[in-house]
């Protein structure tokens, strides 16, 4: 299993990878899972998470270290368990020793198998994986601190984005992409599953990783894929494309992959 640890700005401009915190200490809480429990290989392309994969009880499995909130990752364990008891190829979350899904900041997840989307039929597959995504998770909860791109039409922060920190032509151009979005249903989307980094695929199964950026928003934005392999309308694939530029634009702001997705959202 591949993970990026929720590094997409960084990693799709080829950016420098950095340790925000002490991980050696963090690390010491993967003893929770036993006591032969030992990382192995640290996997590239980690800004806001530190990955590795790790072995206890005889069992290969990927760790996942962070400064997320419980509350966040709570909702994150849940949702990976609803998606695996639905049949969703997704990594699940193993409980430590004690029962707990997540301690001091780091998950320990089932280990997947597979490479990223090769064709334009591989990228199919993708698309209907994200839209049983979207069906069983309609009504879902939004993720703790996060906004939709409805809720930034009128709200200023949320998670990552700051839009006081973006120049004001560029926030309305934004808002204005997201607003052709405003009304329609939500539920939970990926929010990066048009990286092949984040989707695993095999002859029988396509595995959605990384679920770091998901929250609940409108599920065109998930389906911008190469080649619109979900076949997208002309006019739907337009509003999609743009909502995800100004999305993107507003959640790297700050660095050069930023402004390149800003260019690509029409001016107001």
Not at 28 to 47: H, K, N, P, S, T
Not at 119 to 125: E, I
Not at 158 to 183: N, Y
Not at 243 to 258: L, N, P, Q, R
Request: glycine share 10%; proline share 4%; net charge negative.
């Amino acid at each position: 299993m591949r993970v990026r640890g929720g590094a997409s700005c960084r990693a799709r401009r080829g950016g420098a990878v950095a340790e925000p915190y002490d991980v050696a200490v963090g690390w010491e809480a993967l003893g929770q899972w036993g006591e032969d429990a030992v990382r192995i290989e640290r996997f590239a392309g980690g800004v806001a998470n530190d990955v590795w994969s790790v072995r206890f009880g005889g069992r290969l499995a990927v760790g996942r270290l962070g400064t997320r909130s419980d509350a966040d990752l709570a909702w994150e364990t849940a949702l990976l368990h609803h998606l695996d008891r639905a049949g969703l190829t997704v990594p699940v979350p193993i409980p430590a020793s004690d029962g707990r899904l997540f301690v001091d900041g780091l998950v320990v997840m089932t280990h997947l198998e597979g490479g990223p989307p090769q064709t334009h039929a591989d990228w199919q597959r993708v698309a209907a994986a994200l839209r049983e995504l979207h069906r069983l998770t309609r009504g879902w909860p939004q993720r703790p601190g996060w906004r939709s791109s409805a809720d930034l039409l009128h709200a200023g922060t949320g998670t990552r984005v700051d839009l006081a920190a973006m120049p004001a032509e560029a926030v309305a151009r934004c808002r204005a992409a997201w607003a052709r979005l405003a009304g329609r249903r939500t539920c939970v989307v990926h929010g990066d599953p048009n990286n092949a980094g984040n989707v695993l695929v095999t002859a029988d199964r396509v595995a959605l990783i990384d679920w770091d950026e998901s929250h609940v928003d409108v599920p065109e934005l998930d389906l911008v894929l190469p080649g619109n392999a979900a076949g997208l309308d002309d006019g739907t694939y337009d509003i999609a494309a743009q909502a995800s530029a100004a999305w993107e634009a507003a959640v790297c702001w700050g660095d050069e992959f930023a402004v390149r997705r800003l260019a690509e959202v029409r001016a107001v």
